[in-house]
């Protein structure tokens, strides 16, 4: 494939309470199927639909885990939306087709945040604004397909073989990928772990900020 003037990047915002394998094994997986360049992790300060829960780790901890987690790959994990100072994926997306015009974007995300996306705001503008690629999720496949976004969503969605070639599709456009199951999840981790971000590895007195902003 003749390769384009962009830089290809998908977008994996996530609460990362914390960064697990399980996102660096989708990630990966991502950007082969996707043919990216790299891949942003976008490190929530607040995921609006989770507002108020008491076991979300501070910001500067669940960016560390996320640092540390993507180490070694083509994965930057940043807290460009505290920077810009969104909350709201559409904002977030809005603000980086602005900022970064020499970039192509696509979302990613796991089947469980499909199953939900109905309740994002103004989801159907996010799907106008960039291609969706969705990963399978053990356990979260089945709400997702019947879900209402699905519902809306059914009439766009591309043959996973024809990943590669999403920066020419027409949106909106969703394309579903299937990689090896990985039942990973935060919620285990904290339950297993629930002082994680106390760990040394996680206690960074860097600021919040990338030290090397995507350019
Ligand atoms: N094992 C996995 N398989 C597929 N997608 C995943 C997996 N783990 C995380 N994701 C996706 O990564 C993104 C960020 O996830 P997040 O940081 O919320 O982790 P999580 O494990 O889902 O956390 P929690 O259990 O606290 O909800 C979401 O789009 C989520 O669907
Ligand atoms: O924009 C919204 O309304 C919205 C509602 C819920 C979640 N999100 C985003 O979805 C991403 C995944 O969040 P999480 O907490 O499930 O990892 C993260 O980038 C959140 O900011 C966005």
Redesign the pocket.
């Known amino acids: 494939m003749a390769r384009e003037a962009v830089t290809r990047t998908g977008l994996l ?4 309470n914390p960064a697990h394998r399980g996102h660096r094994g989708i990630t990966l997986a991502a950007i082969r199927a996707l043919g990216l360049d790299e891949a942003w992790w ?1 490190v ?1 300060p607040g ?4 507002a108020g829960r008491g076991d979300m780790a501070p910001l500067t901890a669940r960016l560390a885990s996320a640092r540390r987690m993507a180490r070694r790959a083509p994965i930057r994990a940043t807290a460009v ?1 505290q920077r810009l100072g969104t ?4 904002d977030t997306i809005r603000a980086l087709k602005r900022r970064y015009p020499k970039r192509r974007f696509i979302w990613l ?1 796991g089947a ?2 499909l199953a ?1 996306f109905h ?3 103004d989801w159907r503008s996010i799907a106008r604004e960039v291609p969706i690629a969705v990963v399978a999720r053990p356990g979260y496949d089945d709400d997702a397909l019947a879900g209402v976004a699905m519902g809306w969503l059914r009439r766009s969605v591309r043959p996973a073989s024809q990943a590669r070639f999403w920066t020419r599709w027409s949106l909106p456009a969703l394309v579903l990928l299937r990689f090896r199951p990985d039942p990973t999840s935060a919620t285990l981790l904290r339950q297993s772990n629930p002082n994680w971000a106390e760990h040394p590895w996680h206690r960074s007195d860097a600021a919040p900020d990338e030290p090397r902003p995507p350019s």
């Open positions: 915002g996530g609460s990362f976008l929530s995921n609006p639909l989770k939306e909350r709201y994926t559409i995300m469980d945040n939900e309740r994002w705001r």
